[in-house]
């Protein structure tokens, strides 16, 4: 399927380059107080079910003829500005808003410009006094920047301003330095001094009387979408050339598995976007979601938890911006969310063992403490290690600050637990998103990586003892320039779906490597990059960036397995499809920057057209890939796809490589045949292989198998199984499946077999047709 997409990969290897000098000092944090962090609590799932109807889900209230707000958007929403960084907008697109003045004004000028996905065609702007008209503009044509447009306007005192709607009755426009005379003095508003996210309306801004809007006729959005996060302003220069290889790309990963996840309307899973996230444990798979928590058996796919994230911590209010990781070190699930704004909290839970159905321990801390008492978090993120959990987020309110936090695990997990020591590391400069590693082995700290420009990433490392740690910035490594993805067309979106921005969207450290992956512009389509890091010495080891002449690509997320595979799960979309759900991947063994191309996981059923009060039709904010920590080979990918018209789901999927195809075939009647696994080889059960030929019905044959090879030529094609220690099994037409029974032996776990087929067609001149080789390792389930 995938070899209809036209991929093209710029996937490079990369010779050591040249860093930025690393500072070492060691900063010390600032200890939460126990006042600020409540007590550990262990409850059942019956407990939470128990109390589940106290918690209604945040269910979405849709209203008609919602005014509109005067505000400044968040910088995710890319608002076009003349001077400075601010510009007031109109919430929700409304197409009518109005500005008072406290007694009548001379209006001069004011800049304006057309603002995000569905900006408005055109603004006019009319002059009140005493409830007449007394003037009224031009219709302006707004473009994507700003233009000054000129009032000449006497004796006003109230300003209101129309937009042509540019769908479903909705026109997003800026406004930057608004001048205007009062008393022989010329006042200009540039807003320079609000933040982000301010709202005007019922304020008294300036000295002004900041209304809400007037302009909807009709039923506009619901209050289901929750704040978008925030992005920096993004910085001038183009995107590095992408030029595709003529070599082939990375090894495709086999598809072992997938089944729905969650799906919009199931309990609390009513917000926008659903922020997907989940991790595979031993038996289970676990998702969260804005607002709900799940799990699955990973053999039967039965549903064993389904709670709204309110009843689960019982707390009121929406609750999200949810996080999920598998801690390998101490076999357990670490969950995270925030009530955002609300009470400023972190909601943590820890299983109490490895089964997500039984008792989990929770506590919460308040993360408005030091210099952050008067913020609130932000895109939080979460990762581990052998010694703690750690979380990062926007601390949003004033200037741009960031703060990591770092909880010792330790005495989590002893008998009896008790919430360990919990340290912030405060006024951070922006990033976007500091990345936490899901930290594999012990290398000593926990290291976290940011974007700090278009050229470079900046890590730094958090030191024991987590009960005094410290936190160490290790150096930047650069990276090749690019710019922010630009939003992603996808059939029956009138808006295109919002892709945020250049953040990390996850971390991993395994080996001596870390690994992050980010959205980017590729030849002007959404598209992303990854990259290994080494850490000693630091350097950038190697990257590939994965774009295409059709496609978008958004949300990515990547895993590493004990053998150095990669998995990355993804979303997609263009113009003629749906958004979709994708992975891709590569074999340690590929050539360094090789990715294979995108695979279809699950195809886009609807159009999705879900805007917020910035204009952004809302996607993601991200999604989540661990490897399956029962071999610690393989991935577990959770992403989001539109299922019904403006209704979100999300795909669980399983995949890795333990098969893949090598060396040539040779061509029979109905053509060269194929050979692939469908299920996961394990020991103790029998594996399906499929048989297909590329131009017509298989005829009999036999799949060789052995467990060495040999490569000898033989009637005119290649067999690559041994002969010492064959094994075959009889090819019966018309059915393409065979059945692969695998010893239940430990021997065979990680052990090669070779697989080929070999079919008889003796009414052609070339009597026999072989596969390409293919190669499985077992592992355990």
């Not at 233009?147 to 109230?158: I, P, Y």
């Not at 990345?435 to 926990?446: A, F, H, I, K, N």
């Not at 989540?624 to 959770?638: K, M, R």
Request: charged share 15%; net charge negative; hydrophobic share 40%.
């Amino acid at each position: 399927m995938h070899r209809d997409l036209f991929p093209f990969f710029a996937t490079l290897a990369i010779a050591p380059v040249a860093l930025i000098a690393p500072l070492t000092a060691q900063v010390r944090g600032e200890r939460i107080p126990d006042s600020a962090i409540s007590p550990l609590v262990l409850e059942s799932m019956d407990v939470v079910r128990a109390r589940a109807a106290q918690f209604p889900d945040p269910r979405p209230t849709l209203f008609e003829g919602q005014p509109g707000r005067w505000f400044v958007p968040p910088e995710t929403a890319k608002t076009p500005t003349h001077s400075g960084t601010r510009a007031i907008v109109n919430e929700w697109g409304d197409p009518r808003m109005s500005i008072g003045f406290a007694q009548p004004v001379d209006l001069l000028d004011v800049w304006a410009a057309g603002h995000g996905s569905a900006p408005a065609h055109a603004v006019r702007f009319v002059g009140m006094t005493d409830d007449k008209v007394v003037a009224t503009s031009k219709w302006f044509p707004l473009g994507a920047t700003h233009a000054k447009l000129t009032l000449d306007m006497q004796g006003v005192e109230r300003l209101v301003v129309e937009a042509k709607p540019f769908v479903d009755g909705r026109g997003y426009f800026a406004l930057d330095d608004l001048r205007y005379r009062v008393d022989d003095r010329v006042v200009a508003l540039d807003f320079e001094d609000l933040h982000a996210r301010d709202v005007l309306t019922k304020t008294q801004y300036a000295g002004l009387t900041w209304e809400l809007g007037t302009g909807f006729q009709r039923q506009v959005e619901s209050s289901d979408i929750v704040p978008a996060p925030r992005e920096p302003v993004l910085e001038v220069g183009g995107e590095t050339e992408i030029t595709p290889l003529a070599a082939a790309g990375g090894t495709t990963p086999s598809t072992w598995d997938d089944f729905i996840g969650v799906t919009q309307g199931d309990p609390g899973a009513t917000l926008i976007p659903p922020d997907t996230c989940g991790c595979a444990g031993p038996n289970h798979f676990i998702s969260i979601t804005n607002s709900n928590l799940s799990a699955w058996t990973k053999t039967t796919k039965t549903r064993v938890v389904n709670t709204s994230l309110g009843a689960f911590w019982g707390a009121s209010g929406t609750v999200g911006d949810p996080r999920a990781v598998w801690d390998s070190h101490a076999g357990r699930y670490i969950i995270l969310a925030t009530d955002f704004s609300r009470t400023k909290t972190f909601f943590y839970a820890i299983s109490a063992t490895s089964d997500p159905a039984g008792s989990w321990y929770k506590f919460s801390f308040q993360t408005n403490q030091g210099t952050d008492a008067t913020r609130w978090p932000d895109y939080p993120t979460l990762g581990v290690d052998s010694r703690g959990i750690y979380s990062a987020a926007y601390m949003v309110t004033g200037s741009a600050r960031m703060t990591i936090w770092a909880i010792d695990k330790a005495p989590l997990l002893a008998n009896p637990p008790s919430v360990g020591a919990i340290t912030a590391f405060r006024s951070l400069p922006w990033e976007g998103a500091i990345q936490p590693c899901t930290t594999y082995g012990d290398p000593g700290g926990e290291y976290l990586v940011s974007r700090s420009s278009s050229s470079s990433l900046r890590v730094r490392r958090v030191n024991g003892p987590l009960n005094a740690p410290t936190l160490s910035e290790i150096g930047f490594v650069a990276i090749p320039s690019h710019s922010s993805a630009p939003n992603a067309p996808a059939l029956g979106s009138s808006t295109n779906i919002s892709t945020l921005d250049t953040r990390p969207q996850n971390a991993v450290f395994r080996n001596g490597s870390l690994w992050t992956t980010h959205e980017i512009s590729v030849n002007g389509r959404a598209g992303f990059r990854w990259y290994e890091v080494g850490i000693s010495p630091l350097t950038l080891k190697q990257y590939g960036t994965v774009g295409d002449s059709l496609w978008h690509y958004y949300y990515p997320a990547i895993a590493v397995d004990a053998k150095g595979n990669v998995g990355i799960g993804f979303s997609g979309s263009h113009a003629g499809v749906y958004c979709s759900a994708f992975l891709t991947g590569r074999r340690a063994s590929d050539p360094a920057g090789m990715t294979a191309d995108p695979v279809f996981v699950k195809a886009g059923e609807a159009a999705w057209n879900r805007l917020d009060g910035s204009g952004r039709n809302r996607f993601g904010d991200y999604s989540h890939i661990n490897v399956d920590p029962v071999d610690d080979v393989g991935f577990w990918s959770i992403q989001e796809y539109i299922w019904q018209t403006n209704t979100w789901r999300t795909r669980i999927t399983r995949f890795g490589y333990d098969a893949f195809s090598f060396g040539d075939g040779l061509a029979g009647k109905n053509g060269i045949p194929t050979l692939r696994a469908t299920t996961r080889p394990a020991i103790g059960q029998s594996t399906n292989l499929e048989v297909q030929n590329s131009t017509g019905a298989i005829t009999a044959g036999l799949v060789v198998i052995g467990l060495s090879r040999i490569d000898v030529s033989i009637l005119g094609g290649t067999l690559y199984p041994s002969p010492d220690v064959l094994v075959t099994l009889a090819i019966t037409p018309p059915s393409v499946n065979v059945g692969l029974p695998i010893p239940n032996d430990n021997n065979f776990i990680g052990k090669p077999i070779y697989l080929q087929s070999v079919q008889l067609d003796a009414a052609a001149a070339q009597s026999w047709s072989f596969s390409a080789g293919l190669q499985i390792e077992a592992g355990t389930r």
